[in-house]
């Protein structure tokens, strides 16, 4: 197994998610074109890791690029975008791509973005071998965003969580999952989880999404997600965790009233859009009781937090709505 990137928490800290002490990982001009690197997904891959990341350049145009990296903290991105093969369509339009997420299923690694296709909707693609990829039918109509599979069938089926949007800054949002049994038809759409009622959980009371791919254990599928507040100074993005039935992940079992992280220093408070913590990756290692989390800061760079798998479940069933 792939040893995950890891620090220690800080001995003075009571934080159940702490901040890797070299943040960002990722700056913003990492590749030449680049004006800003954020919201991007990483996995285990041969023996060490490849991820699909969000560079917008200097036209603020947005795309997916390949990177790899040994350790998950130090990365080498290819300076030219993901150019797609038809998959199992000839239709792989694509205005703009971002927010991209990677899990591994039975046999290749499948790539789920925002996709522009007459507004944002959710792109499907896959790899064998983070060289060549194939594009997939979009999964839904416009308006849609974070959309997220599940790293295995469920009852026999493929299953995305995903946010149904508008065409804009979304000042609303809640999360639901779809079910395909070929990766190209979706359909059983069920609502998973809403945004809050402000008295109940201020920080997750605009919208919310899911984040990384959930991770299947003892208790059910862990879900990170991210929770906006719309304040008087614009949105504010936050981290939280929520519990999901294994069989019926449409069924929440536990969700965070407080968030596990929000921004709080500099690299998340200041850059192209103020207040973001936007988690979209997770690696974890259950023997060890270890998570990784990448995060996009700020929407400007990549970052990376740490915790106990054991401490997160705990904190959520004990902290729950």
Same mark, same amino acid.
């Given at each position: ?40 997904? %990483? ?24 990177? /790899?990296?040994?350790?998950?903290? =130090?990365?080498? @991105? ?6 797609? &093969? ?15 997420? %990677? $899990? /591994? ?10 996709? +522009? ?7 499907? #693609? ?12 979009? #999964? ?9 599979? /599940?790293?295995?069938? @469920? ?42 009622? /402000? ?18 254990? =003892? ?37 965070? &009233?407080?968030?596990?992280? +929000? ?5 998340? &408070?200041?850059? =192209?859009?103020?207040? $973001? %913590?936007?988690?979209? #990756? ?9 998570? #990784? $989390?990448?995060?996009?800061?700020? =929407?400007? %760079? $990549? ?19």
């Amino acid at each position: 197994m792939n040893t995950i990137p890891w620090q220690d928490k800080p001995e003075k800290s009571n934080e159940v998610i702490w901040r890797y002490s070299e943040n960002p990982i990722i700056k913003r001009d990492q590749i030449p074109t680049s004006n800003s690197i954020f919201n991007s997904a %990483v996995v285990p891959f041969k023996d060490g890791f490849a991820g699909v990341f969000r560079c917008d350049n200097k036209a603020v145009q947005m795309n997916i690029f390949v990177g /790899f990296s040994k350790n998950g903290i =130090d990365w080498d @991105i290819n300076h030219e975008p993901i150019k797609m &093969q038809a998959g199992n369509t000839e239709m792989i339009d694509s205005d703009y791509k971002y927010d991209p997420r %990677v $899990v /591994f299923i039975e046999d290749r690694y499948w790539i789920t973005w925002c996709n +522009g296709y007459h507004g944002p909707t959710i792109g499907i #693609a896959y790899t064998f071998d983070f060289v060549e990829f194939f594009q997939c039918e979009n #999964a839904f109509l416009p308006f849609n965003r974070n959309g997220v599979l /599940f790293p295995k069938k @469920i009852n026999g089926k493929y299953a995305m969580l995903s946010r149904p949007s508008d065409n804009g800054h979304t000042p609303f949002g809640d999360i639901y999952i779809s079910y395909s049994p070929d990766m190209k038809f979706w359909g059983e759409h069920r609502c998973v989880m809403k945004a809050t009622a /402000f008295e109940d959980s201020a920080w997750q009371c605009t919208k919310i999404g899911a984040g990384p791919i959930p991770i299947l254990t =003892d208790e059910g599928w862990l879900m990170l997600y991210h929770g906006v507040i719309n304040t008087c100074n614009g949105f504010r993005y936050a981290m939280g965790a929520a519990i999901l039935d294994e069989h019926q992940p449409d069924k929440v079992k536990y969700r965070t &009233q407080p968030y596990l992280l +929000g921004p709080q220093v500099n690299y998340e &408070q200041v850059g =192209d859009v103020a207040n $973001v %913590v936007f988690p979209c #990756a997770a690696l974890h290692d259950m023997k060890e009781d270890k998570l #990784a $989390v990448y995060y996009g800061a700020a =929407d400007t %760079v $990549v970052a990376l937090a740490f915790g106990k798998l054991s401490e997160v479940i705990q904190y959520t069933k004990e902290n729950s709505l």
